[in-house]
């Protein structure tokens, strides 16, 4: 049965990843004409396994197991249905389809709580640069103020969600109470080589890591390449030259991963020399602390590097998540079932990836499941899973939906 579900999976991820904005990969963003044929199938799928259906206030795809006498809160599981651009069909889509087997298989099956299946419409952030939008609005973070964010074609994320049939007044307004729901598990792909090194189908998350984003703008003096000596220039991108370096060092030697990935030079001409960059910095660590530490440390020398150059630098914190522990008997709980269906004592490690769980953190006890992914390559078309880790993470999931039944309260950390 393990290695047949697996398969069901890998063949409905397979379809899936044909709801993409991109002829030869997959793109799926926001409130796109990709994201409702997705999220339409994921509902015919969910009407199939006996769920019942509904799409929320900013566009949150859910499908209930009903309970006929629920005597507890709501379990609720998910992960998210959009992508970067040029993904790969597991992340995050796999979580929801593990769910979605999981359910199918638990249909007939009486549980003392309702579980609801969620596929989060915006996880990634990708269409207007604010992550985890879906999760947000669940978990009554939403602000308001996003409605007003605009894409690059100039589309507010109100004027979005107007086209897409949703009612932007009431976003957000939907969030679920910490009283109504018992506890969020979300299983996802490791993104990481952790697992594929320890030889390991499936491991349990001890915690997400905090993560940190800035804007940061340098501003020199534009002039002609030809006519100022390097002496008198005031370039811009030497002088974040310098800085990307520092933040790679930085990173090579202390607890946290830190990395440049946009970079914009003005003018951006052959013949100028660069008198204003924009680019960006994201931070990550799984404690808290260092998280904070380098974030001063690396403002202070990037300053020192702006100072000695004459460069004005000033910097915009766009994002931040504070480290979240996963609650320890979920932790615990995940291990059981694991070493039941693998036979060996299961790998702990901690996610150095955002996740949907971090914000359903804000109401509730998280609990997540990674599978071992080759190579720990995702965001990538190279993404891959193998079949029997699926099976194996889907036997885990079902035994784990149970298990939560069997205890009364769900323990705080
Ligand atoms: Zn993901």
Same mark, same amino acid.
């Given at each position: 049965? *393990?290695?047949?579900?697996?398969?069901?999976?890998?063949?409905?991820?397979?379809?899936?990843?044909?709801?993409?904005?991109?002829?030869?990969?997959?793109?799926?963003?926001?409130?796109?004409?990709?994201?409702?044929?997705?999220?339409?199938?994921?509902? @015919?799928?969910?009407?199939?396994?006996? #769920?019942?259906?509904?799409?929320?206030?900013?566009?949150?795809?859910?499908?209930?197991?009903?309970?006929?006498?629920?005597?507890?809160?709501?379990? &609720?599981?998910?992960?998210?249905?959009?992508?970067?651009?040029?993904?790969?069909?597991?992340?995050?889509?796999?979580? $929801?389809?593990?769910?979605?087997?999981?359910?199918? =298989? #638990?249909?007939?099956?009486?549980?003392?709580?309702?579980?609801?299946? &969620?596929?989060?419409?915006?996880?990634?952030?990708?269409?207007?640069?604010?992550?985890?939008?879906?999760?947000?609005?669940?978990?009554?973070?939403?602000?308001?103020? /996003?409605?007003? $964010?605009?894409?690059?074609?100039?589309?507010?994320?109100?004027?979005?969600?107007?086209?897409?049939?949703?009612?932007?007044?009431?976003?957000?307004?939907?969030?679920?109470?910490?009283?109504?729901?018992?506890?969020?598990?979300?299983?996802?792909? %490791?993104?990481?080589?952790?697992?594929?090194?320890?030889?390991?189908?499936?491991?349990?998350? !001890?915690?997400?890591?905090?993560?940190?984003?800035?804007?940061?703008?340098?501003?020199?003096?534009?002039?002609?390449?030809?006519?100022?000596?390097? %002496?008198?220039?005031?370039?811009?991108?030497?002088?974040?030259?310098?800085?990307?370096?520092?933040?790679?060092?930085?990173?090579?030697?202390?607890?946290?991963?830190?990395?440049?990935?946009?970079?914009?030079?003005?003018?951006?001409?052959?013949?100028?020399?660069?008198?204003?960059?924009?680019?960006?910095?994201?931070?990550?660590?799984?404690?808290?602390?260092?998280?904070?530490?380098?974030?001063?440390?690396?403002?202070?020398?990037?300053? +020192?590097? +702006?100072?000695?150059?004459?460069?004005?630098?000033?910097?915009?914190?766009?994002?931040?998540?504070?480290?979240?522990?996963?609650?320890?008997?979920? =932790?615990?709980? /995940?291990?059981?079932?694991?070493?039941?269906? !693998?036979? *060996?004592?299961?790998?702990?490690?901690?996610?150095?990836?955002?996740?949907?769980?971090?914000?359903?953190?804000?109401?509730? @006890?998280?609990?997540?499941?990674?599978?071992?992914? %080759?190579?720990?390559?995702?965001?990538?078309?190279?993404?891959?899973?193998?079949?029997?880790? &699926?099976?194996?993470?889907?036997?885990?999931?079902?035994?784990?939906?149970?298990?939560?039944?069997?205890?009364?309260?769900?323990?705080?950390?």
């Amino acid at each position: 049965m *393990t290695q047949g579900s697996g398969g069901t999976i890998l063949q409905k991820a397979d379809q899936l990843a044909s709801f993409s904005a991109m002829e030869n990969g997959l793109t799926r963003a926001y409130l796109t004409p990709e994201h409702k044929q997705a999220h339409q199938q994921l509902a @015919d799928w969910m009407t199939e396994a006996g #769920l019942e259906v509904w799409q929320d206030s900013v566009g949150n795809q859910w499908g209930r197991k009903l309970a006929s006498n629920p005597t507890q809160p709501t379990l &609720v599981i998910g992960s998210h249905s959009d992508t970067v651009v040029n993904a790969g069909k597991y992340d995050g889509n796999l979580g $929801i389809l593990l769910g979605l087997e999981a359910l199918r =298989q #638990l249909q007939d099956i009486e549980l003392p709580y309702h579980v609801d299946l &969620v596929a989060f419409a915006d996880e990634e952030g990708v269409r207007f640069n604010t992550t985890l939008i879906g999760s947000s609005s669940v978990a009554g973070c939403f602000q308001p103020a /996003w409605l007003d $964010i605009k894409d690059d074609n100039n589309v507010a994320m109100g004027e979005a969600m107007l086209d897409f049939g949703l009612s932007p007044e009431l976003a957000g307004q939907d969030a679920r109470s910490p009283e109504e729901v018992k506890a969020y598990l979300e299983v996802h792909i %490791e993104q990481g080589p952790v697992l594929e090194d320890a030889n390991q189908a499936v491991g349990v998350v !001890t915690g997400i890591a905090g993560a940190k984003r800035f804007q940061i703008a340098v501003k020199g003096m534009a002039g002609h390449a030809g006519t100022v000596p390097h %002496e008198l220039r005031l370039d811009a991108l030497c002088g974040v030259a310098e800085m990307i370096s520092a933040i790679e060092a930085y990173g090579l030697k202390y607890n946290v991963v830190a990395t440049v990935g946009k970079c914009e030079v003005k003018p951006s001409a052959v013949n100028v020399i660069p008198g204003e960059v924009n680019f960006s910095l994201d931070i990550r660590s799984a404690v808290q602390q260092d998280l904070e530490q380098a974030c001063t440390e690396l403002f202070s020398q990037l300053e +020192a590097i +702006a100072h000695r150059r004459e460069l004005q630098l000033s910097h915009e914190l766009t994002y931040q998540a504070q480290a979240v522990p996963c609650d320890s008997k979920l =932790q615990q709980q /995940w291990a059981e079932v694991v070493e039941i269906q !693998t036979g *060996t004592p299961a790998s702990f490690l901690a996610s150095g990836a955002g996740h949907d769980a971090m914000v359903m953190a804000n109401i509730t @006890d998280i609990g997540i499941l990674f599978v071992r992914c %080759e190579k720990g390559i995702s965001h990538n078309p190279r993404e891959q899973v193998n079949e029997h880790d &699926v099976g194996v993470a889907l036997e885990c999931l079902v035994e784990m939906i149970k298990r939560v039944s069997s205890q009364d309260t769900v323990s705080s950390t």
